[in-house]
């Protein structure tokens, strides 16, 4: 029998990596971190879900391939929610019956996986976009749909290869099952795989990402002051108002899509930044502490969440795909914004306006 289930029949509170601030003795349970959990399950499920359907309903969203890397991930995010299922439902007793030591290695393999395809997601998502701003005359050719379905295939294959060895006793993939009091005490971090994984997914997915949006931004920044020189060496003002705003138009989406995805690069780093720093520490007997290992793994988790907020704030197509999808739970407030947007411009001029 498990260590919980004995734990409950002494009488003493169960094991929580809270401690005993967030334990419950009427609902016997450790309630601070079942609520964490749960809430972050429900945000988890629902944004992906919503990311996965918009995609399916907008059709203009497969205009970048780097589309098919963002339905990985989101795939891959909905996985980590569901997942996260197990710890919820271990916390209120209902695994009783399951094999624990079993159950949080599954459940640590599984959603070190299902995060090691979103880093290297996006790792290709920032290889696409450079590829497509400095090579746009060959890019078709260079990035086919099947070099894209072999590179998604490989990146699944990658992320379940990597974290393997840890299930022969070679080392602890993360805190993720460190729910169960098995892996909290007895699955100890091993300095040699940590700095496996680090030198196989952390540095090199961050390096590529770094390496590619700093050239990119570059490359807008330079073509931005080229037009700036041109448009101040060339005769008329109206010829080059038209001059200028045409050639910006024709860089401007790649730049602003570009700037999108660097938001959300930007935020998973950011968001899993402590825990790398803990489980390098954690690794090198440095710095251990449950609590710590508690928050930074869920703040690291949280992350799969965020793309659904990013985009909705900052992809204008995203948002005319969300609308069409809640359009039939709302049709009044639909027609209300339709309304709004129906008078005709004054003038005949086109809008130039670059939108992403």
Known sequence: MNSSSDANQSGSPPFCLLGSVG??????????????????????????????????CAPLLHHHTTS???????????????????????????????????????????????????????????????????????????????RLRVCIVLIWV????????????????????????????SWKTNPGFSTFIAALLYAPAALTVCFTYGSIFRICRQHTREITQRHARFSSQAEGDKGERGERCEGCPDK????????????????????ILYFLLESAGLYHHKVASFLTTWLAISNSFCNCLIYSLSNSVFRKGLGRLFSPLF??????????????????????RCQV
């Not at 049709?331 to 209300?336: E, F, I, M, N, R």
Request: proline fraction near 5%.
């Open 331 to 352: 049709p009044s407030c639909l027609g209300c914004m339709e309304a709004k947007k129906a008078p005709v411009p004054i003038g005949p001029r086109a809008n130039t």
């Open 256 to 275: 602003r899509y570009a700037m999108v995805l660097f938001r959300i690069t930007s935020v998973f780093y950011v968001l899993w930044m402590p825990y």
């Open 23 to 56: 334990y419950s003795r009427s609902l016997d349970t450790c309630v601070l971190e079942v609520v964490i959990i749960l809430f972050l399950t429900v945000l988890i499920i629902a944004g992906n879900l919503v990311v996965i359907f918009v995609f399916h």
């Open 158 to 185: 990658y992320s379940a290869l990597i974290f393997l060895p840890s299930f022969f006793g070679w080392g602890k993939p993360g805190y993720h099952g460190d729910i169960f009091q098995w892996c909290a005490d």
């Open 68 to 146: 098919h890397f963002i339905q990985t991930m989101a795939y891959a995010d909905l996985l980590v929610g569901v997942s996260c299922l197990v710890p919820s439902l271990s916390l209120l007793h209902y695994l009783r019956g399951l094999n624990e030591e079993l159950t949080c290695k599954a459940f640590g393999y599984m959603v070190s996986v299902l995060k090691s395809v979103s880093m290297a997601s996006l790792a290709c998502i920032s290889v696409d976009r450079y590829i497509a701003i400095t090579r746009p005359l060959s890019y078709a050719t260079l990035v086919t749909p099947c």
